[in-house]
C-alpha cells in the first residue's frame, strides 16, 4: 500500500469529502481551504508532480483541466470566475507529492500570488 496521503484518499482508506469523479480522475474539497470553494483534483495513478509527467501525459493532464472545468460548474463558480493552481515543487510551495489541481473560488483572488 502506498504511503501517499492522496493515494489513499483514491483507495478511499482516509475519508475525504468527494465532489467529483471518473475513470481518470478524483476530485475532493481542501481540508484547509483558501476560499469559499478550494476543490483538488487528482490523477487516480501516483504521478509526484507536473514536472513528471510526459508527452504521453498529455491526454491526463487535459483530462484534469476539464475535470476542474467540471467542478467550477458543480460548484456554481464558473460564472464568476475562478482560479486553478498547481504548486510544483519546494519553490512552488507544494507541500503534498501527488499531482493536483486546486480549483479556488468563491471570492476576489488576489495577483501576484503569495
Ligand atoms: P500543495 O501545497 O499545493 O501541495 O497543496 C496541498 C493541499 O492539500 C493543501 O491545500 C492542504 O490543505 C491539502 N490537504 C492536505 N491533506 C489533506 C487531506 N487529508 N484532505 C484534503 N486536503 C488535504
Ligand atoms: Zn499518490
Request: glycine share 8%.
Amino acid at each position: 500500500m502506498s504511503e501517499c496521503l492522496f493515494c489513499k484518499i483514491v483507495a478511499r482508506t482516509i475519508p475525504a469529502t468527494l465532489v467529483y469523479e471518473d475513470d481518470l480522475v478524483v476530485a475532493f474539497d481542501d481540508i484547509n481551504p483558501q476560499a469559499p470553494t478550494h476543490t483538488l483534483v487528482i490523477p487516480r495513478k501516483h504521478v509526484d508532480s507536473i514536472a513528471e509527467l510526459h508527452d504521453s501525459d498529455v491526454g491526463l493532464l487535459g483530462h484534469l483541466m476539464l475535470a476542474g472545468n467540471k467542478i467550477a460548474k458543480l460548484k456554481k463558480i464558473a460564472d464568476a470566475g475562478y482560479r486553478f493552481v498547481i504548486n510544483t515543487g519546494t519553490h512552488g510551495g507544494q507541500t503534498v507529492f501527488h499531482l493536483h489541481l486546486h480549483v479556488l473560488g468563491g471570492r476576489h483572488m488576489a495577483w501576484p500570488p503569495g
